[in-house]
Each structure stands twice: as structure tokens, then as C-alpha cells.
């Protein structure tokens, strides 16, 4: 019996170490971390963890949605700044409808990001009544991040319970249309289930982790190699070549939208875009909810972020009848919550008309990646911009 009490404590000892070992051997193989990872939009690292936790002192975190796979423009970080050009490497993370309880997951999620450089853009149309749809969140949801939310002591219990309970509202609604993502009882108000679901939670989170170790490494294996490029951008000289490229890529239509987005999307249905927004509203919505959660978590991580406020296309809100004192009540309230918060405002919205500033009907165009890269790589060099 002593012998078998042994053997098996040997083989426990094993079998938990085996995934431990496994981990730091995916670790070792990431020897440096690839400029090629950092300026791709990888899900590793909207969903993951470990180049978010490893993210080097010389990389900007820029968060964003839809905006950060437009990379036709010439002026998107990928293009303009790549490799790290004028000193700050833009790392790239979000994709469609990863709004601003995406990005808190991110960053309440990340291990030590305190006196990391955060940019998180804002993207207007996520402030729809109902905000994030509940199918948009599951499908940008991370298990890891949210396991390592609810078993963080760097996040006050007032936090991790507004994260419950818009996991919770989000999967009612979820279930309501037949669907079902994730153990209910982690989100429960019970307390006994929630003392039962850390064992589950501690044990997901390691194998969540493994997982992501695996697939980092595997990523890193594929980047393709890459040097810093240490050339500095002449921003008046890119202006100029920006509005050139904005008047011949978007000469089509009188919106000054990409030519080929006018065509496909636009074009012959014009006519059906007139008033169509005449009672749409941003004054009231679930996502400004969603916005002061991002901003206590940054205060709870002492992270200092960069807020891009951008503006809607003040030509195409015209045409739609979304009015300018729809637009202003929208702007005056992110803004302002922005600024209460105390963190670094970028404010574009007041070049809602400005040429090329969007090149569709939401997207940054061809000035507005350019300036808001400016602002960013300021941002990077001295914080006070």
C-alpha cells in the first residue's frame, strides 16, 4: 500500500508539472518579441495573454474595432509607422465590435501593465442604445481574460462584479436566442457558487494559459522576420502626400469615400441612405456604461491612456439625417466623461468635415490615421500631448 501511495504521489507530481514545463518551454522558444506580431491585428492577442503581458517598453497598445484591419489606407500604422518608424512600435490589437468591454477585459486582464503606453480608439457608432449585441461580445469574448478577471486581488470586488454583471445581462439575452457560452454559475450572485466556481476558474485559467503559451509560440514560429526602422516621419511632408492619395483614391463620389467602398457598398442605393438616420440618437446607451468600467480599470492598473474621440462623417450624417445636435450631444458626452476621468483626450471630433479625415462612413481615412498617429507617437514620446 505504502509503495502504491508512492507511486501515485509521483505520478500526481508528474502529471503537474508536465503542463508547467510545457509552458515555459513555449516560453524559451519566443526569443524576442516579432515586429510582424505587434503590427498584425493576431486574435492571440485581442484573446490571449502572453504578448500582452510581454509587450516591450518601446510598443503603444492601440486599441480599437473595425478601423484596425482598414489597412488599404496608406497612412494605417501598419503601413506608415511600421517597424517601430519615428520611435514607438504601434501594437496593434481589436478587430469588428470590440468595443469598450473588450478592451477593459484586455487590460484588466494583462499582468503589470501599470506605466504601459495605451491608446484606445473611439469608435461612435458602439453607442447605440443597447450597446455591444450580445452575439458581437461572445464572439470577441476571451475565457482566459475572463478567468483571470474574476481571480485578480489587483481588481477591486466593485469592478469584477460590474464585469458579472454585463456578462450576465449579455447572456440572458444570449440565451433568449437559443444560445449558451459559458458556466452561469461564475457569474451567479450566489455566493456559494461563486466560492465553487474558483477551483474551475484557477484550473481553466492554467489550461487556458498552456493553450495560449502554445499558441504564441506558434505565431511567434510563423512571423516573418523584421528590423526597427528608425527613419522619422516628416508629418507635414506625409500630410501632403496623404491628400493627394485621398483625392485620387476617393475622386469617385461626393462623399470622399473610398472609391471601391462608394461602389460596392453605396452606389446603387444611394437613395435609400436619405433621412434614413432622422431618429437615431447616442444621447442614451449602454456602452457609456461599458466606457467608465474601461476607465476604472485603467485607474485600478494604473494605466494613463490616450482616448482618440473620432468624429462621424459630418457630410454623410447630413445626407442620412443624423443631425448636428445629435452628433454635438454624443460628443460633449464621451468627451466629457473622458475628461472627468482625467485621462489624455484626443479629440477629433471636430473634423467631421475635414477632406479625407474618414475614408467611408466610419473608418479613419488617409488624415485621419495620419494625425492620429502623430498624436500617438507624441503621446509615446512625452505623455503631455
Known sequence: MKGFLIRAGIFIIVLAALPVGLYFLFA???RAYPLAVAEDNALLKQSGGYYLDNLPEDHVLVLGSSEINVKMI?????????????????????RGSCQAIVHASILAAMKNPGGKKVAVILSPQSYVPRGIMPDMYFANFSPLQFCRIL??????????????????????????AGERFYPYEIISKSRLARALSIPYLWLNEKILT?????DSYSEYKKAPAAEKNNTPVDWQ???ARMLALGEAESGGNDFRFL???????VKRKLETFRDRDAKLSYEASVEYGD????????KARGIAPLVVSVPLHGAWSDYTGFTQRAREQYYQKVNGLVSRYGAQLCDFTGKEYEPYFLCD??????????????????????GDQ
Open 28 to 30: 524559451a522558444g519566443i
Open 74 to 94: 496608406a497612412s494605417h500604422p501598419a503601413n506608415l509607422m511600421a517597424g517601430g518608424r519615428g520611435g514607438p512600435v504601434f501594437n496593434l490589437a481589436g
Open 151 to 176: 481571480l485578480s486581488p489587483a481588481l477591486p470586488r466593485d469592478v469584477k462584479d460590474r464585469f458579472r454583471g454585463r456578462m450576465a445581462a449579455l447572456s440572458d439575452e444570449y440565451e433568449a
Open 210 to 214: 498552456l493553450k495560449d503559451a502554445y
Open 237 to 239: 511632408a506625409e500630410r
Open 259 to 265: 472609391n471601391d467602398y462608394y461602389n460596392v457598398n
Open 291 to 298: 466606457l467608465e468600467l474601461l476607465l476604472d480599470v485603467c
Open 361 to 382: 462612413v466610419m473608418h479613419l481615412g488617409w488624415i485621419g490615421w495620419l494625425e492620429t498617429n502623430e498624436r500617438i507617437a507624441a503621446f509615446y514620446h512625452d
